[in-house]
């Protein structure tokens, strides 16, 4: 699978966008972005959105693509996620107050964005893929997502801090070739990190420590907020682990 990183970062500022990744050009794993990233052709060849959460950073990107891809697309783009997500974008975000309801225009019957529930721990097929949504450990209800393609798999976090279910579900995965996890406060942050439901350093050191994964499976580190990125890379270093990674924005993967 070809997973380009729009964005990565716990933030938005020069240099650090928010997390949004493009799938094989057609499936978006969230989208805090997609407009500030891509040329109106591309934005316009999306067929699927994966939202893990409700968070602005995972969604904010659906306003404007809605606005730019109009008349431009034969179907409407699908947004995938569990219902409680679906009904707050519904309610809070497309409410025709804060930004008009895309998913009635042009017209009810032919829209821009459809809603497309999910269940949560069951695999689905979309856009030629199977995937499956995990729950997470965040203030909101979350869930991070397995994604495969028959050969390879990989298993994106969201957001979210220790959790158990996370490393089962990579230690029963198929020919898994990359997780992507959230990392976001430095070790110093531990008590934010917790309320906020991220991980630190020091707690992914702990989560990794009881997970059943292969060593030799890289994991991507995400969502480090911009401002505290040096330290959290140097703690991140300073664990040892050779197959921690930091995710890089703008670079393309083959997973
Ligand atoms: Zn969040
Ligand atoms: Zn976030």
């Not at 989208?31 to 934005?43: D, F, K, P, R, Y």
């Not at 990107?61 to 707050?88: E, M, Q, T, W, Y």
């Not at 942050?189 to 992914?204: E, K, N, R, V, Y």
């Not at 990794?208 to 911009?226: C, E, F, G, W």
């Amino acid at each position: 699978m070809k997973v380009k990183i729009l964005g990565c970062s716990g933030s938005e500022t020069i240099g650090h966008m928010p997390p949004g990744f493009l799938v094989n050009e057609v499936l978006m794993l969230d989208a805090g972005t997609i407009t500030a990233a891509l040329s109106i052709e591309a934005q316009s060849k999306i067929t699927d959105i994966l939202i893990s959460h409700t968070h602005l950073d995972h969604i904010k990107s659906l306003l404007f693509l809605a606005d730019n891809i109009i008349g431009r697309i034969k179907k409407p783009v699908n947004i995938r996620a569990i219902p409680k997500v679906i009904d707050a974008i519904r309610k809070h975000l497309m409410n025709d107050l804060i930004w008009p309801d895309f998913t009635r225009i042009p017209t009810p019957k032919n829209p821009v964005l459809a809603y497309a529930p999910m269940p949560v721990n069951k695999t689905v097929s979309i856009a030629g893929l199977k995937v499956k949504a995990i729950p997470m450990n965040h203030p909101v209800p979350a869930v991070g997502f397995l994604v495969s393609d028959g050969k390879s798999s990989f298993l994106y976090s969201a957001d979210t801090g220790p959790n158990e279910g996370l490393w089962k579900e990579a230690a029963k995965a198929k020919n898994l070739s990359a997780i992507i996890v959230d990392t976001s406060f430095p070790n110093s942050l531990d008590g934010i990190a917790t309320l906020s439901g991220h991980f630190t350093p020091g707690q992914l050191h702990r989560d990794l420590a009881k997970a059943r994964v292969a060593n030799d499976v890289p994991i991507y580190i995400y969502h480090v907020k911009p401002v505290h990125k040096k330290k959290v890379i140097s703690e991140l270093k300073g664990l040892g682990r050779k197959n921690v990674k930091i995710l890089v924005e703008g670079k393309t993967y083959h997973f």
